[in-house]
């Protein structure tokens, strides 16, 4: 029986596996990787403390400074149910199950697919969800990023130092995402903008060769040899069972990081706070853990 057990291993699950370690809790973390989503990103300008710091650099900072703490930590293996039962809350893994008295499920977002014909046929054969992961592969080549906000400018931004040319699709009217970042993707001579203007298809032999794009009545074809799609994520919070949960299934939280079942807590991108960013995530984690430490300091069992 664990004090607590963090699932997710991003900015808000390794602050919370810090703070709860600093406050000597029998810990468990529970993960499928380490990093989440930051250790996706790009180039990272807006994290306190560093004027410029690449996402696996942060990620990495990020384990560091986890593993100097001796937590046990079960990496490559993900949680698939969390469930609260009377006095205290089962975790199932793809490995095990383990119990503890809180949870803090941390669990972040999952890229969003396009749901276009030929997606998952040259998924992992040119088309990705991963820049930083799988840009390096397309140097010199001729590539598309479907999206307009954050991800997708990160994205082109990363793409323009390695790709030969990068093509914006983007459904609404205008960019969105943050004013330095879209300055840069503007005015960039490597960089076409398809503003109102969806996907359709993506195409190819063994590899992905071109995307049909729709703007309005008229369809083109753009030859491309990487797709990366940027289209929004999706809540990792399928598995939490009896927790409210907004329309857009984000798990939903109160100031203290408590969700309406008792002992279960929840912190970063997986939660309803608005704003998801790597530094509110891991706020948000260090709240959660000290939350969690004052909800068993509390409670008797």
């Given at each position: 029986?664990?004090?607590l057990?963090?699932?997710?291993?991003?900015?808000?699950?390794?602050?919370?596996?810090?703070?709860?370690?600093?406050?000597?809790m029998?810990?468990?973390?529970v993960?499928g990787?380490?990093?989440?989503?930051?250790?996706?990103?790009?180039?990272?300008?807006?994290?306190t403390?560093?004027?410029?710091?690449?996402?696996?650099?942060i990620?990495?900072?990020?384990e560091?400074?986890?593993r100097?703490?001796g937590?046990?930590?079960?990496?490559?293996?993900?949680?698939?149910?969390?469930?609260?039962?009377?006095?205290?809350?089962s975790?199932?893994t793809?490995?095990?199950?383990?119990?503890?008295?809180?949870?803090?499920?941390s669990?972040?977002k999952?890229s969003?697919?396009?749901?276009v014909?030929?997606?998952?046929?040259?998924?992992?054969?040119g088309?990705?969800?991963?820049?930083?992961?799988?840009?390096?592969?397309?140097?010199?080549?001729?590539?598309?990023?479907i999206?307009?906000?954050?991800?997708?400018?990160?994205?082109v931004?990363q793409?323009i130092?390695?790709?030969?040319?990068?093509?914006?699709?983007?459904?609404?009217?205008s960019l969105?995402?943050d004013?330095?970042?879209?300055e840069?993707?503007?005015?960039?001579?490597?960089?076409?903008?398809?503003?109102?203007?969806?996907?359709?298809?993506?195409?190819?032999?063994?590899?992905?060769?071109?995307i049909?794009?729709?703007?309005g009545?008229r369809e083109?074809?753009?030859?491309?040899?990487?797709?990366?799609?940027?289209?929004?994520?999706?809540?990792?919070?399928?598995f939490?069972?009896?927790?409210?949960k907004?329309?857009?299934g984000?798990?939903?939280?109160?100031c203290?990081?408590?969700?309406?079942?008792?002992?279960?807590?929840?912190?970063?991108?997986?939660?309803?706070?608005?704003?998801?960013?790597?530094?509110?995530?891991?706020?948000?984690?260090?709240?959660?853990?000290?939350?969690?430490?004052?909800?068993?300091?509390?409670?008797?069992?």
């Amino acid at each position: 029986m664990y004090d607590l057990i963090i699932v997710g291993a991003g900015p808000a699950g390794i602050t919370a596996s810090v703070y709860a370690s600093r406050k000597k809790m029998n810990l468990l973390v529970v993960t499928g990787d380490i990093g989440g989503q930051a250790a996706w990103s790009g180039d990272i300008e807006n994290y306190t403390g560093y004027q410029f710091i690449t996402g696996p650099e942060i990620a990495s900072k990020f384990e560091e400074h986890m593993r100097r703490y001796g937590i046990d930590v079960k990496e490559g293996e993900p949680a698939i149910e969390v469930k609260g039962e009377a006095d205290r809350v089962s975790v199932k893994t793809n490995k095990g199950i383990y119990e503890s008295r809180a949870v803090i499920v941390s669990s972040g977002k999952r890229s969003k697919e396009l749901g276009v014909p030929g997606e998952k046929e040259f998924k992992n054969k040119g088309l990705t969800y991963c820049a930083t992961c799988d840009g390096p592969l397309f140097a010199g080549k001729e590539v598309a990023v479907i999206g307009g906000g954050n991800s997708a400018l990160d994205a082109v931004l990363q793409l323009i130092k390695i790709a030969r040319h990068v093509h914006l699709i983007n459904i609404t009217p205008s960019l969105g995402g943050d004013a330095v970042m879209r300055e840069k993707v503007t005015q960039s001579k490597a960089v076409t903008i398809f503003n109102n203007s969806k996907v359709t298809s993506v195409f190819g032999n063994s590899f992905v060769e071109g995307i049909k794009v729709m703007n309005g009545d008229r369809e083109e074809s753009l030859p491309v040899q990487g797709v990366f799609v940027e289209v929004g994520l999706i809540p990792n919070s399928d598995f939490v069972i009896g927790v409210d949960k907004n329309k857009l299934g984000e798990i939903k939280v109160n100031c203290y990081n408590e969700t309406n079942a008792a002992g279960i807590f929840a912190a970063g991108d997986v939660t309803d706070v608005p704003e998801k960013q790597i530094i509110i995530a891991a706020g948000e984690g260090a709240k959660a853990a000290l939350c969690a430490f004052r909800y068993l300091a509390q409670h008797k069992f």
